[in-house]
């Protein structure tokens, strides 16, 4: 072999090992997204699972619409505690939009049984309303793709009742849930509620 070829060869290695290590990069990175552990997580039929670990997510806040203050009748009489994965909650607090995969999940709390008409209780920090047993888990999620008719989020219910939820939850109709933060939310999301902690220093 001339001393020509042998250049030749070892260019043409070198080409065809950078073009190898940049197709594997390129592969890890296509898998490392869409693999991302913190995505939602849907079954076959396209059901998604509950997550796991939520309790470790961000906490926004808790609306609060007691009985006491809702003629004894409220739909929802518990605290609606609100978490995001962290994940998502680093990205908006870049870009001021949750990203795909979002996952804003509201789980009720009951409050602590009343001792007063107003269903209030006390305790020795005051009169008021305390955190109790678990009750509940209603969630949505940002998926552009899959819920494109509904502004891009679908909404879901694992369940108003003590823990076991539900283990997967279909997306619920567009009259049942999204329809209603459609005409009344912020961008689907009642943000007002979660700025103090979304937009904290
Ligand atoms: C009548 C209007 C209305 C309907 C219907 C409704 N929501 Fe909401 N939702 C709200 C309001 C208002 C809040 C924030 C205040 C609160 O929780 O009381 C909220 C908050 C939420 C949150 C916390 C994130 C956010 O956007 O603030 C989730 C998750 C949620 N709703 C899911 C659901 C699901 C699932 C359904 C259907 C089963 C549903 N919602 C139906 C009005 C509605």
Same mark, same amino acid.
């Given at each position: 072999? &001339? ?18 290590? &940049? ?5 890890? /990175? ?14 076959? =039929?396209?059901? $998604? /699972? /509950? ?10 806040? =808790? ?5 006491? $203050? !809702?003629?004894? !009748? ?29 996952? $804003? ?10 001792? !007063? ?7 020795? =920090? ?21 819920? *494109?008719? &509904? ?16 283990? =997967?939850?279909?997306? $619920? ?17 009642? *943000?007002?509620?979660? *700025?103090?902690? /979304?937009?904290?220093?």
């Amino acid at each position: 072999m &001339t001393d020509r070829q042998q250049n030749v060869r070892k260019v043409v290695f070198s080409l065809t090992a950078t073009a190898m290590v &940049t197709a594997v990069s390129a592969y890890q /990175l296509a898998r490392a997204e869409s693999s991302a552990e913190w995505q939602p997580k849907w079954t076959a =039929s396209g059901e $998604l /699972l /509950l997550p796991k670990g939520y309790h470790e997510w961000v906490y926004l806040g =808790s609306p609060l619409t007691p009985n006491a $203050l !809702n003629g004894g !009748n409220a739909p929802f009489p518990e605290y609606h505690n609100v978490y995001v994965q962290p994940e998502a909650y680093r990205a908006y607090r870049k870009t001021g939009e949750f990203p795909e995969g979002t996952i $804003l999940l509201k789980e009720l709390q009951l409050t602590r049984p009343a001792t !007063n008409d107003d269903g209030s209780s006390v305790e020795v =920090s005051g009169r008021g309303f305390f955190p109790a047993a678990l009750n509940g888990i209603d969630i949505s999620v940002k998926d552009s793709k899959r819920f *494109k008719d &509904t502004n891009g989020w679908g909404f879901f219910n694992f369940g108003h009742h003590a823990p076991p939820y539900e283990k =997967s939850a279909a997306a $619920l109709p567009a009259d049942a849930c999204a329809n209603c933060h459609i005409a009344n939310a912020d961008d689907m999301v009642f *943000k007002k509620f979660y *700025k103090p902690i /979304l937009d904290a220093e």
